[in-house]
């Protein structure tokens, strides 16, 4: 698929990141028929089982992304200065962010409305759809921000502001020499109690409405989660011993969301998220280290369009699922022909679209192609 030498990245956290990517577009495909209602296409009614597995991708997949983020971010500091970084962060993260609101959004809000559902930074509320054209509609989305929306692009949005609120850390970091020092047992269990005091003391993760004015719990936790993963960066040690306690933290998870199904949103359901997603976070890094793939052009290939798939994903996810929800199949046909239908067109949008021109890849958040690279 490609022509470039075989990368040598880590692996394991390639992997994780093309795992969190493809779970994405499956937990928007599974919102179809959530409980949750604040999305903009729903089935007539829920569906239980894809609530429970919604529920298991984002207290996992999401905090996975900000510690993901924040290991990358202490590594692009050992190569770049602070100013460098920040530049990089405005075209990678905040360019795409705004090309997404101007160009994605305009179809994924008329989508919305045509379903008579209205999601706006402010709140959720039911609808009667339009009674004018998609290019009236378009006229007013690009003149009243109140019609806007940054809909999944929320994440670039936090992301960006973490990178640059945690900066004067993440540069502490980068220029300590890493620590090869192993801690105890105990030492890879303390990050879930920090997560279960801070969510439960903040009162976070219900309910979850990303306009940043109202949502500081939420960003206070994201914020400890790209800190852990700098963290990570920075003590190679830690690492050793998330490998040999994978399986105990994965245990860990399991209970925690248990619990939190149980208990729902409350103190002890707050506590219960907590313990769920460093488990299953502090798991998966140490089962994907301790089992890390090959080194191999298809994960490279895959791992570059992580970024592009996050951004551009979400139309054809909605596009499929009006239109699979019109033929009345059940909600296991629809879901996985929504997640396994988006993913395809998404790749090849991608791979024939995006990679091989200079202006997509930069508009998705992609560095410039290598000199000589062939696209594949």
């Known amino acids: 698929m490609a022509t470039s030498p075989i990368s040598r990245r880590r692996t394991d956290l390639d992997l994780l990141r093309v795992v969190a990517c493809i779970g994405i577009v499956l937990a928007h495909a599974l919102l179809i028929y959530a409980a949750e209602p604040r999305y903009h296409v729903k089935s007539a009614a829920p569906w239980a089982p894809a609530t429970i597995l919604y529920e298991i991708f984002r207290v996992a997949i999401l905090p996975l992304f900000f510690t993901l983020a924040g290991w990358s971010a202490v590594g692009a500091l050992r190569r770049r200065t602070p100013a460098r970084f920040l530049r990089e962060r405005v075209l990678r993260v905040l360019l795409p962010l705004f090309a997404g609101i101007l160009l994605l959004g305009p179809v994924i809000k008329w989508i919305e409305l ?3 559902r209205d999601l706006r930074l402010g709140g959720f509320r039911l609808v009667t759809p339009p009674d004018y054209g998609f290019v009236a509609f378009l006229g007013r989305y690009l003149t009243r921000i109140d019609t806007m929306t940054w809909s999944h692009l929320w994440f670039l949005a936090y992301l960006f502001i973490i990178s640059v609120v945690t900066l004067p850390a993440l540069r502490w970091l980068a220029a300590r020499p890493p620590v090869a020092e192993v801690p105890g047992r105990l030492a890879v269990y303390l990050p879930a109690v920090g997560f279960a005091v801070l969510i439960a003391g903040t009162g976070g993760y219900w309910p979850f409405l990303p306009n940043l004015a109202q949502d500081w719990a939420n960003m206070l936790w994201f914020i400890a989660c790209f800190g852990l993963g700098a963290m ?18 994965l245990a860990l998870g399991l209970v925690g969301f248990i619990v939190e199904l149980w208990l729902g949103p409350s103190t002890l359901g707050r506590i219960a998220v907590g313990l769920c997603a460093w488990g299953w976070i502090g798991g998966g890094l140490g089962i994907a280290g301790r089992y890390p793939p ?13 970024m592009p798939v996050y951004v551009l994903h979400h139309i054809p996810v909605l596009l499929l699922g009006v239109w699979l929800l019109a033929f009345g199949w059940g909600p296991v046909s629809t879901i996985l022909g929504v997640w396994l239908g988006a993913t395809a067109i998404t790749l090849l949008v991608y791979r024939f679209c995006v990679r091989p021109f200079a202006g997509p890849r930069l508009l998705v958040g992609m560095p410039p192609a290598s000199p000589g690279a062939r696209p594949g």
């Open 114 to 116: 045509q379903q008579g």
């Open 232 to 249: 990570l960066a920075a003590w190679p040690g830690y690492e050793t011993r998330l490998r040999a306690e994978a399986w105990g933290l």
């Open 294 to 306: 090959p080194p191999s052009r298809l994960l490279d290939w895959l791992g570059e369009a992580t």
